[in-house]
């Protein structure tokens, strides 16, 4: 067995390293963290959420313009973690491959195909020297008519799977011990507490109180199979509910 | 999407003469979930477990024993995505011989061409070997087959074989248990212990999977069914 050094490209192109890993795609992950955002999905019984920041670092920037919730399908959305740039060029081929496959097949493409088509384009960074990782980890959520509500993630190694919950970002870790937590003693949450679970799940790890201003919140459920995002007027109920609750 | 290739191999010789890429992609392997694989008279199984790092992931959306044609399944060791890429491959390349020659493909064919393709990786500008190392059953002639295809591009006809954590143990409790005359009922059951040995919790129907090739052709275990084998191990 070679037990040996690295020619030193290891860290710079995505070869293995003598312990047989890839560092560039570990790098990437740290990426995702620059953003300095945490994004929160979890589902319910009959709803799934997606729940994001809004940071507006600057008072000159449209907040309405500012936004890391994208329609991926008519009842396929995601949430963007990570560098800005590499999430814009992640959600375009994602909306171009699910247009490809209604063209090509005369249905919309399901969410764990789509899922699975882009971790399939990740996965391809992570062997091709000439092309790095992208530093951006996407969250899809959707209403399939097969599968009932559904949370995927796919990641910069080429990995992905569904999920009942799952977080991205600065505070992932601490965001998958809440939800596991809560996951452990009930998964059949309705409507309204799927969405005030993501959102106490975000203000609980980043110990800040919202205005809706400051949140994103993205929503497919079985009533509304449409993928949208909710309005301050929606959000604000829900973080009353939540401050009454407590 | 893909620009231009680097025109020159990343794998390239060491002065004693090694391809040290690969031997790199083989500690990938060793590092990976346990993979087992076990050739009985009248079939084939493949096991491996399925851990998953949190219960918030969801046990059946992924999955890890596939079907490559009606009578051909495979498992792995090692890095998912690439696997899943040397699925997409497997299955195109047996469409394909199946449209030049109008017969489904035997398993030694597919075999060889899926480790050409991963010898392509090592050798071929800008790319790295596989992180997988492949466990291929299938059925075809009146026989079981059972292949392991690795990084290199190297393929092995197994009678029993473990792959990734620990599979030196694995490999030793095989060729104990092992014997020609096992039926494919002994050869899942058999597989499970070997399973057993360096599984670390309570076994279950949603952290392994195992896939069965016979007469019958390929096909996954319900949970139910491995519930049942696994009922009768206790």
Known sequence: MARGTSAGFDRHITIFSPEGRLYQVEYAFKAINQGGLTSVSCKGEDTAVCVTQRKVPDKLLDPSTVTHMHQLTQNVGCVMTGMQSDSRYQ???AQSEANNFKYRYGYDMPINVLCRRIADINQVYTQNAE?????CSMILIGYDDELGPCVYKTDPA???CGNRACSAGVKQTEANSFLEKKYRKKTNYNHDETIQLAITCLMTVLSADFKPSEIEVGVVSKDEPKFRTLTEQEIDFHLSAIAERD | MATERYSFSLTTFSPSGKLVQIEYALAAVAAGAPAVGIKAKDGVVLATEKKHKSILVEEHSIIKVEMITDHIGMVYSGMGPDYRLLVRQARK???QYFRTYLETIP??????????????YTQS????PFGVSLLICGWDTDRPYLFQCDPSGAYFPWKATAMGKNFINGKTFLEKRYNEDLELDDAVHTAILTLKESFEGQMSSDNIE?????AKGFRRLTPAEVQDYLANIA
């Open chain 1, 91 to 93: 959600v375009m081929v």
């Open chain 1, 131 to 135: 092309m790095r990782p992208l530093g």
């Open chain 1, 158 to 160: 080429g990995y992905y």
């Open chain 2, 93 to 95: 390349v047996a469409q």
């Open chain 2, 107 to 120: 398993t030694t064919q597919l075999v060889q061409r899926l480790a050409a393709i991963m010898q392509e």
């Open chain 2, 125 to 128: 500008g800008g790319v790295r």
């Open chain 2, 210 to 214: 195992i896939g069965i090739c016979n």
